[in-house]
């Protein structure tokens, strides 16, 4: 028999409170009175971490084992959705056996700066990207009855000093860059909660933010679920209920249940705001109650057999001289680095997986190409136990231990065909809970790549990072294969792209420079002071290199394969929904591949500032040898749109954008222009609008124009009828002082309000 729902009239004034905060780490209070049960929440988004047995204070427990996808960043590189959907299916299928309420991910924040320690979570440094992609995970994992929480809603984009730092961010690149990929997710997805972040932004805890979380997340976005607090986020309580944070996690204790109570009796807290949020509780805990228990157990093979498959598609060939990879099992290989015998196949944190089984890279290429030679290289240093936040540092090995594991690695590379060289960042390089301070791989990762590469000319290097490394050896090697941190079957999807099982498709999500220094964000980040400065601007990642033409080692886009592909004419037509972009796109190569096609616009003349170019839609598209595919892109309206600040508000700019379809951001290999009827901006003139401003106004304009020209004014500040630049600047409030009748500035003020 279908149980009823409490509605909020049946819950006292204490219940109400109670449910707005956590029971423990996991769970949401029950009211046992009434029927409401306790519902649980897990950590994710690449994989279930539940707490196995009851939940501890700090949620450290063992977790009880579960599929390890590969996270964000190896997913990003996908550039596929459908892939991210179908891994998000997964997840929730897990979650819906372990009866999980909710996976606490995506995250969709942007890497704005290459040293976030917490980048290995994040897809992108481009918001359409992450949006797309979010929005597949988010889409996959409630397929299955199951809630996601995307975040960390919002502009948090490092890890030092994440619980109390200020982002100070402009309005436009809030909007268009560290809000958007939100927005898109919420607008196409609605994932059931929204979790808030630890920082402020400008000077607002985002915990009590009644600008983000009631007048952007609802009152623009249209979001229906509930926003719960990151893990030890929440500020002052009652602020929070006011500016629409529903659900402090995890438990308080009591303490704040208690401060809400008497909040409400002495009226410094409206009622109404807080049977908002329990209202929204309930709504969550009735839409976890409705799903049906999940039928059978984990199907532990066929969920590994899709984790190999994300992670052969997550995989980047960054470079590829002579045609070296793929390799035949036939050759004589030698396989060093001990990366290839202990991977590192997740990041450190709150993320973290306790696998169902885990690949290795040697283990996996033995099963291709039989005993291979196989030398350590180095020590890797130990991975902290359990989540592991600490950023400690190992003990150095002892460079003459060091020195003989390179020699046993040197005499491997020489008596081989060719030498596959494994090197990363081990677990203390990067984590949640800190940032990196330089980009630099170990230094005896580097002095191994640097011996091998001497005693043999075909020494292909195969990373293992979650973040952008430099790589000064990239001009030494022949082949570099970028794999990120795959998930659980990492090793086997690494076998599958060396040996051609699997032809690379993965695409760069984020542009490797040569140097730090070179980065947008490098003078500003991490700030001081509790706060850091988003002076860049709009000028995020490929944005900054584009404008600033600087050379990077590898661009945002980028990814080579095993096959060729040539692009024919783009043709581009203004719809209803945007512009939508069609090219053909042929396999010139023997094999089939995959292509992600990437489409990116730019409205030269703009009246406002803008990138050279900016993604705006993309494709991962299979084709077979000789096959041609016409390529369908949208670049949607509303991602067109740039944010103006004058007006508060999004604009479509009218003019004509040029679209340039290619391989990556800098590999552009056709182009089409679209005229685009826009939105009429009119700009309210005010005391501090210009004269300039003013002439500009379609009503209030030509009056200014008329009458301004005959004032002294005019005989100073205008040149042939025109304004100069003194004149276009002047403020209308010191008119008065330059002769025009005060009257006058009243009037024009009048008709440009």
Known sequence: MEHHMPDISDLTLEEKAALTSGLDFWRLEAIERLGIQSIMVTDGPHGLRKQAGD??????????????????????????????????????????????????????????????????????????????????????????????????????????????????????????????????????EQPWTVMCSYNRVNGVYASEDPFLLTEVLRDEWGFEGLVVSDWGASNVRIEGIKAGMDLEMP???GLSDRQLVAAV????????????????????????????????????????????????????????????????????????????????????????????????????????AGDVTYAPGYVLPEAPEGIGMSGGKAPKQPESVLAELREAAVAAAKDAEIALVFVGLPDEDESEGFDRDHINLPDEHLALVDAVAAANPNTVVVLSNGG????????????????????????????????????????????????????????SFPGEGQHVRYGEGIYVGYRWYDARKIDVAYPFGHGLSYTSFAYGDATARWTDEGIAISVDVTNTGDRAGREVVQAYVSLPGSAVDRAPRELKAFQSVEIQPGETVTVELLARKRDLR?????????????????????????????????????????????????????????????????????????????????????????????????????????RILAAGA
């Not at 000093?161 to 997710?185: H, K, N, W």
Request: aromatic content about 6%; overall charge negative; hydrophobic content about 40%.
């Open 55 to 188: 939940s501890d204070h700090l949620g450290l427990n063992a977790s009880v084992p579960a599929t390890c996808f590969p996270p964000a960043v190896g997913l990003g590189a996908s550039w596929d959705p459908e892939l991210a959907a179908r891994v998000g299916a997964a997840i929730g299928t897990e979650a819906a056996i372990e009866d999980v309420a909710v996976v606490l991910g995506p995250g969709v924040n942007i890497k704005r700066s290459v040293l976030c320690g917490r980048n290995f979570e994040y897809f992108s440094e481009d918001p359409i990207h992450a949006s797309d992609m979010g929005s597949g995970i988010v889409r996959g994992i409630q397929s299955q009855g199951v809630g996601t929480s995307l975040k960390h809603f919002a502009a948090n984009n490092q890890e030092t000093d994440r619980m109390r730092v200020s982002s100070d961010v402009d309005p436009r690149p809030l909007r268009e860059i560290y809000l958007r990929a939100f927005q898109g997710v919420v607008e196409d």
């Open 468 to 523: 952008v490394v430099a790589l000064p050896f990239a001009d030494r090697v022949p082949a570099i294969v970028e794999s990120w941190l795959l998930g659980q079957a990492g090793g086997s999807g690494v076998a599958d792209v060396l040996y051609g099982a699997v032809n690379p498709s993965g695409r760069l999500a984020e542009s490797f420079p040569y140097r730090l220094e070179d980065t947008a964000a490098f003078t």
């Open 265 to 368: 009796k002495a009226g410094e807290l409206d009622e109404a705001d807080l049977d908002r949020s329990a209202e929204r509780v309930l709504n969550l805990i009735r839409r976890a109650t409705e799903r049906a228990a999940a039928a059978g157990s984990l199907d532990v093979d066929a969920h590994h057999a899709l984790a190999r498959e994300a992670a052969g598609r997550s995989i980047v060939l960054l470079k590829n001289e002579n045609g070296i990879l793929p390799l035949s099992p036939s050759q004589k290989v030698a396989v060093i680095g001990e990366f290839a015998e202990k991977p590192r196949y997740q990041g450190g944190g709150s993320s973290h997986i306790n696998p169902t089984r885990v690949d290795t890279a040697l283990e996996q290429i033995r099963e291709v």
């Open 642 to 746: 740039y944010w103006e600040e004058r007006v508060s508000s999004w604009i479509l700019e009218s003019g004509d954008y040029v679209v340039e379809v290619g391989s990556s951001s800098r590999e552009l290999h056709a182009s089409a222009t679209v005229s685009v009827s826009g939105d009429a901006l009119v700009i309210p003139v005010t005391r501090d609008s210009s004269v300039g401003d003013a002439f500009a106004h379609p009503v209030a304009g030509p009056i200014a124009r008329a009458e301004i020209s005959a004032s002294p004014f005019g005989a100073i500040m205008m040149t042939d009828g025109e304004l100069n630049p003194m004149g276009n600047d002047m403020p209308l409030s010191r008119l008065v002082s330059f002769g025009v009748p005060a009257e006058l500035v009243t």
């Open 251 to 253: 438990s308080s204790g």
